[in-house]
Structure formats: C-alpha cells, structure tokens
C-alpha cells in the first residue's frame, strides 16, 4: 500500500499548476465556509445571549398556572429569605422577583392600555440587561417609594363602616344625591378609612414608559409635566387610580413592548396590588447558561416556602429561538452542501482530465498485472491526498479568518440595524469558533471528494490495456 | 391581535365591561330594537316577550340600591351599589356609585353614550377610558362582557323558538304561562354563545308583562351543559308590579363560584335631571 501511497502522490506532482488550482479551490471553499459557519454560530450565540440576557434570563420560576392564564393572583413566595435562598443554589448567580399586571395610563386626554412590570432595579442589574434599554431621562430608582403600612379596621371602625353605607343609602335614595355638608364630613369619615386599610405612599412613584408608549401619550420624559395617571385592578378585585411620575423612557426593538410596557419598582407594584412578598415570576442567571435544563430540574424539586412552582429554562420558554437557531443551521447546512458539490464537480473534471491523459500509462501498469481494485485504490488514493493537502490549508485559513472574524468582527452597521426575534443584533457579526464549525465542511468536503474520485477510478480501472496502450 | 394585547385588553377595561354589565341587569343599554319588518308575527311576539323579560327591572329610567355579593373560590365581596340609569334618550345613560364598604365607598363610573368615565375619591380624579377594549370580567365577578352584550344580541343577533309554553304558578302562588324560548344565533352573528335557553313567565291577566325566570348560556350549539347560568328570584310584590329582587350569577365550570345581586330599593321613572349623569355628580 506504501508504493500506492508513493504512486498516488508522485502522480498529483506531475501536473503541479492544475493540481494546486484545484485543491486551491478546495482550500477555498473550506476556509470560506467555515467562516461563514462561525459567522452563524456567532449569531446564534448573541440571539441565544440577548434572549437571556435582555429580559428572559436563563431559568424562570412561576406560579403552575401562570405561565398560561397570567392571573392577577397567581403569584410565588418572593420574600428576602426565599430569594436569598435562591441565590445560594448550586449554579445560581443571581435571582430577580417581578411582577406584573395590566393597567391603563392617562395623560391630558390621552390614554392606552398598559402592562407594568415591577422589578428590583438592583435585583434585575444583576440577572438582565435590561437597564441599557434605558433612552431618555433617568431609569429607575434603586429605592422604592416609601408606603405607610396597612391596617385592617377595628371593630369600632368597622361598626363606623357600616353606618356610612347606611347613611349612603339613605341619602341617595331619598334624596337623589346626599346633602352637601353630610356629604363631605362622610367623605372625610371614608378618607380615613380607606387609607387606613389601603394607604397611599407618601411619595409619587416613579416609572420608566417604553419610548412608543411616551410618545403616544405625548409625553417628554424631561419636560415638566411628567405626572400620568394609571387605573388599576389590585388583587382583590379593587379599583384604584393613582398619579405616578413618569422618569424615563426605554427602548427594547420589540414594538409590543414599547408600546404597552412601564417599568417601575417591585415594592411599589406589590403595594399597589395589594401583593406585598410576592412575585409573579423569578427569573435566575446561572453561572453556566449550558446547564439552564438541570438547574431547572433541580430548582423543581426546592420546596419554594412549601408552593406550587414550575421551573422552566429559557429554552422551555422561548423555543421560538431554539427553532430560528435551528433553521439557520439547517440553512447553512444546505449551503455547505451545494458549495461542495460544486467543489465536488472541479475534482471530477480534474482527476477525468488527468485519468485521460494517463491512458498509456495506466494500461501498462495493468498490462504489467496491477489489479482494478489497485487501480481504483491509486486514483481514490490520488484524491484523498489531494482533499486531505487542500484540507489542511482550508482549516488554516478558515480558522485564521474566524479568529479575525471573531476579535475584529464584521462591521454591518451601515446596512441598518436588524433584530431576530426581538433580539437587536449587535452592528458587528461575531464569529464564534468551534470544531462543528470545521467538521461539518471537511466531512463534506471528503465525502463529495471521495464521490467525485469514484468515476474515473473506476474508468481507470476498466480500462483494455490492449486499446489503452495504443491510445495517443 | 396578539395575547399581550389580549390581555391587556381584558384586564384594563373590567370597569367599562362592568358599567355595561350593571347597565344590562338593571337598565337597557339602548332602546329596543324593532323587529325587521316581513318576520311572522309568532316570532315579533317571542321577541315582544324576551324584550319584555329583559327591561322588567327598568323603566325609562330606574333607580336602585342592590348589593352585589361575588363568591369565589379565593375571595368573597359584598358592594353596596347605587345604579342609575335613564333611557329617554338614544344616549342610555348610566351612573353607577359604590356606597360601600369603605375601600369601595365614592367610586363612580358613568356611561353616557360610548363615554365612560370612572371616578376615584382619593385622588378625585376622572379618567375617562375608550369603549373599544371590552373584556369579560367584572370587579371579580362572574358577570362577562358576553352577558353585557346579551341585550343587543337578543334582539338582533338570534333566531328564537317557543320550545314549550306550559301553565305553571310563580313564586308567590299566580298563576303563569312558562315560555322556555331556545335562541340559536343567526348565521354569522358577533356572538360568544352557542345557544340561549331563555326562561321566562307571562301572567294570564290581559296587558301583563313577562319576567324573566332563568337564562341558561351553552358554549356550543349542542352542549348539553350550559357554561353559566342567571338566575331570578325572590319574586316579590312592589309598587311597580311583581319584580325578581335577586339575580344570581352561576360560574357552571367554576363549582361553587356565583355573582349575587339583591335589590333592596327599586325606583322607576324618577325625572332625572341631566346633571346627575355628568362628571359633576361624582363628587
């Protein structure tokens, strides 16, 4: 086999500007594709990472239910206790409580259904980006705004209670409308009482609108008149309005949610919501995301102060990114494929050539008694060797253009900005080098290469050495 | 339309779907709507009947205290509410104010037209909300934006057929026709529910008006189990006539769960005067 070897490489020396073009060529389409496969990988990274990072984190905690149904009262245990206990979890590097809930903003005239989400502003620095979404004004402050405790009424107060809905009853029904003077001292009575059993805080609390949202409410985040008025339903099916200071505005390139989201302080949208410890979702950054799926696994069976929870991994809760990911992959696969099955067609053309003009040559190493299955061995040998030499430079090259590719980067931003699934897609592409990166050409490029080989070995090795001899 | 928006929609406008809850149990939300001329004078009279049935606990205009208790499996209520409302005009305008209980007491909320307003006493401010975002649930309760929409439905979105008339006695011993009417929705119809089984009495006295017995809401054409059920009782005799004190809202799919509605005082055609449907009655 050795003089096999020596025969084939001697052979691909006889023609060395032909050979050389060819496996040139070769060398080419591996180092290109495997730029572009880096190029891909790099993406599917920064999608995967602005998943996480920008808002999902790696693991969510819920309520069973609430993932679904997102009630109002199907919260989670969100106390310092539990969420320090969270943190000291194996592979957890932080831990962020939010809640949420639907409301509708006011301003002037202007009014538009909203989601608030309320969150930990140190708390959340600390799993998500979300902070960097911040555009005009100031984001959230660390503090939220301080609300007098609530109390329920005593027996007295609640005989007092009582004697106002009587009152209430007696007046507008006689009367159609109560007289003005008993009017108000009961209006002052109820005052007392209500914020006594709901109190208000004693500053307005500050909230940070997504950019569209502001600018549908005709609002200037740096103006002067920043104060919206937002109507809300509290957990106990209550109706409550309140005035809140509008600080700053965000922008996250999802439309959805700069048009409906408003940002404000955990404590402040637990007390508004009559919530207080509680969450509607936690959501975890790990110190390795890879192991999002047996975290989660593990964080199932954490009893959670004795509630029901469902764990899930960004993977669970957003598989519209594993399938983009997927497809993309998909994608690139075929590409690699159809570049090297034009490869395939140059090795073919120049092994034909070569086969041809080796007639002579060929037929007396038959005539002499070389057997077809060693012909067929010399000519396959010829392009393996050929594969494996413009290999070798195609994984140089390739790897040294993905390494650039991944410190210097590809700088698309004068194309315009894009995002993928909500994911604003950095204006520089990133390569990310990894051995699938440079398998998936070579075992391509080996596979049509041994292909393309197959033809004229096997003409080679058909051939009469009677007639091939006297071939000119 | 994504679920974001969805949701938003739904939980953002409960008090514009309540107003219209409370408008349609205690006063229409508009004039009757007049039958299609060319339909056969059988079903102009089950109509007649049904809208007879739907406007028995308001006049023109009316003027009620009630108390709303909504039991759920997590929470129960009671508010004290004052309803009112006033149909002269083709506006249908209607004030509801919360008496009771303290948390509660001063909340108003007033639909005049597509205008509703809501007004909070502790900031004393009106917010005024747009009627396009309806949802399906009340305050906590179980009355849905499908039970709001019932009164314009009836009218002119179902087909209606007299399934029995038989002779039977009324709460308090008269004698009375039960008409059970099974309404189908027209081919096409904005409609949330399959079928309505509308139950309703008529008194043998000449010129009486029907009352509505039970309404039973099916999902689905063919489901045998209705999804809610409204109920009427505590018939009871008073100055305008015998009238259902208490309508009950029953959650079939949520066992145990209802929405109540006594009546203590019923009022009718009280000459409201256009100042008490303003943002001014508030306060």
Excluded at chain 1, 124 to 130: D, I, S
Aim: charged share 20%; glycine share 8%; aromatic share 4%.
């Amino acid at each position: 086999m050795s003089s096999l070897q020596k025969m084939a490489w001697r052979n691909l020396g006889r023609n060395r500007k032909r050979s050389a073009t060819t496996g040139l060529g070769l060398a080419l389409a591996m180092s290109l594709c495997m730029a572009t496969l880096g190029i891909m990988e790099g993406l599917s990274r920064d999608l995967i990472r602005g998943t996480t990072e920008g808002e999902v984190g790696h693991v969510q905690i819920h309520h069973p239910a609430y993932p679904d149904a997102r009630q109002l009262r199907q919260t989670l245990p969100a106390g310092p206790a539990l969420m320090a206990q969270l943190q000291q979890q194996d592979g957890v590097q932080a831990a962020s409580a939010r809640m949420f809930a639907y409301a509708y903003l006011s301003h002037g005239s202007r009014s538009s259904g909203v989601q608030l989400m309320g969150i930990d502003p140190v708390q959340e620095r600390q799993v998500t980006t979300m902070h960097l979404q911040a555009r005009q004004g100031r984001y959230l402050d660390d503090e939220a705004s301080p609300w007098p405790q609530a109390r329920s009424l005593s027996v007295e107060q609640e005989a007092q209670d009582r004697a106002l809905t009587e009152a209430a009853i007696a007046a507008a029904f006689d009367e159609g409308k109560p007289a003005p003077l008993q009017e108000n001292e009961r209006a002052a009575r109820n005052a007392a009482l209500a914020e006594q059993l709901a109190p208000r805080p004693t500053r307005t609390p500050g909230v940070v609108l997504g950019a569209q949202l502001a600018a549908n409410l005709g609002l200037d985040p740096q103006g002067q008149d920043t104060e919206v008025q937002v109507l809300y339903e509290t957990s106990q099916g209550l109706q409550g309005s309140m005035a809140l200071h509008v600080r700053g505005t965000t922008r996250s390139g999802l439309d959805h949610q700069d048009r409906s989201r408003v940002l404000l302080h955990l404590q402040d949208l637990q007390h508004m919501l009559q919530l207080a410890g509680r969450a509607h979702e936690i959501a975890l950054r790990l110190h390795d995301p890879s192991q999002a799926d047996a975290v989660a696994a593990r964080l199932q069976a954490l009893p959670m102060e004795g509630e029901a929870h469902k764990v899930q991994s960004w993977s669970q809760l957003r598989p519209d990114v594993l399938a983009l990911i997927a497809a993309n992959r998909a994608l690139m696969g075929t590409l690699v494929f159809i570049v090297f099955l034009i490869a395939g067609v140059g090795v073919l053309n120049t092994m034909l050539v070569s086969i041809t003009e080796r007639q002579r040559e060929l037929s007396l190493l038959k005539a002499l008694g070389l057997s077809p299955l060693h012909l067929v061995l010399l000519v396959a040998m010829e392009t393996l060797l050929l594969c494996l030499a413009a290999c070798t430079l195609g994984l140089l090259v390739g790897a040294g253009l993905t390494a650039w590719l991944q410190i210097q980067g590809l700088d698309v931003s004068r194309f315009g900005s894009f995002s993928m699934s909500g994911v604003d897609m950095a204006p520089k592409l990133r390569a990310q080098l990894q051995w699938q990166t440079a398998l998936v050409p070579l075992a391509c490029m080996l596979l049509v290469s041994l292909l393309a080989a197959l033809v004229p070995a096997v003409l080679a090795a058909r051939l009469t050495p009677a007639t091939g001899l006297r071939a000119t | 339309m994504n679920s974001l928006q969805r949701l938003l929609a739904r939980s953002a406008h409960s008090l514009a779907r309540g107003l219209r809850v409370l408008a349609c149990a205690i006063a229409p939300l508009a004039a009757p709507h007049a039958q299609a001329a060319g339909e056969s004078s059988d079903t102009q009279q089950t109509a007649q009947r049904i809208r007879e049935a739907e406007t028995a606990l308001r006049g023109k205009t009316s003027m009620g205290v009630m108390k709303m208790t909504i039991k759920r499996s997590d929470y129960e209520r009671t508010y004290d509410l004052l309803v009112m409302s006033d149909d002269r005009s083709d506006e249908g305008k209607v004030l509801i104010r919360m008496l009771g209980p303290a948390l509660w007491r001063g909340n108003a909320t007033l639909k005049v037209g597509d205008r509703i307003s809501f007004y909070d006493p502790r900031t004393r401010r009106t917010t005024v909300m747009g009627n396009s975002m309806l949802g399906d649930n009340w305050m906590g309760s179980h009355f849905t934006n499908d039970d709001l929409m019932r009164e314009t439905d009836l009218s002119r979105h179902y087909s209606y057929e007299v399934q029995a008339q038989e002779k039977t006695k009324d709460a308090l011993g008269q004698p009375v026709q039960r008409w059970r009417i099974q309404l189908l929705p027209k081919a096409g119809a904005p409609v949330a529910w399959g079928r309505v089984l509308y139950q309703l009495d008529v008194g043998e006295q000449p010129h009486s008006r029907a009352l509505p017995v039970q309404v039973d809401y099916f999902r689905r054409p063919d489901d045998t189990a209705p999804v809610r059920s409204l109920r009427y009782s505590q018939l009871t005799q008073t100055e305008a006539g015998r009238l259902p004190m208490r309508m009950t809202m029953l959650a079939l799919d949520k066992p145990g769960e209802y929405t109540q509605i006594d009546y203590s005082r019923l009022r009718f055609d009280k000459d409201f005067s256009a100042d008490e449907f303003s943002d001014r009655a508030f306060r």
